[in-house]
């Protein structure tokens, strides 16, 4: 098992940055391909980025492509999401997550996720 923690999360205007860790304790962080997600109010939590184990491959949702940025450090067991040109449609709750068998863009497919954090992008 894996344990997953947030932070990074906050308030910031549009056309700023933000940058997102994903702390994990437990088992072989490099086991895992990792995933960030968000959520909106009163919408479905989607995809936003994901890595493989060792960050070769990496995927991201077209809404946040040439924006942002994921990212491992598998010595510090630590992933991140580089937020930039941050947009007001960007605000959500943003959860990371692990998945035991390969990068997917399908929340179904992890296996642990994080308590979430906030961000909050304002015009």
């Known amino acids: 098992q894996v344990q997953l923690i947030e932070s990074g999360g906050g308030a910031v205007e549009a056309g700023g940055s933000l940058r997102l860790s994903c702390a994990a304790s437990?088992?072989?962080?490099?086991?895992?391909?990792m995933g960030w997600f968000r959520q909106a109010p009163g919408k479905e939590r989607e995809f936003v980025a994901g890595?493989?184990?060792?960050?070769?491959?990496?995927s991201y949702a077209d809404s946040v492509k040439g924006r942002f940025t994921i990212s491992r450090d598998n010595a510090k067991n630590t992933a991140y999401l580089q937020m930039n040109s941050l947009k007001p449609e960007d605000t959500a709750v943003y959860y990371c997550?692990?998945?035991?068998?390969?990068?997917?863009?399908?929340?179904?497919?992890?296996?642990?996720w994080g308590q979430g954090t906030q961000v909050t992008v304002s015009s």
């Open positions: 997550a692990a998945d035991t068998d390969r990068l997917s863009r399908y929340r179904e497919h992890y296996d642990y």
């Open positions: 437990g088992d072989t962080f490099s086991s895992y391909a």
């Open positions: 890595a493989s184990w060792n960050g070769g491959k990496t």
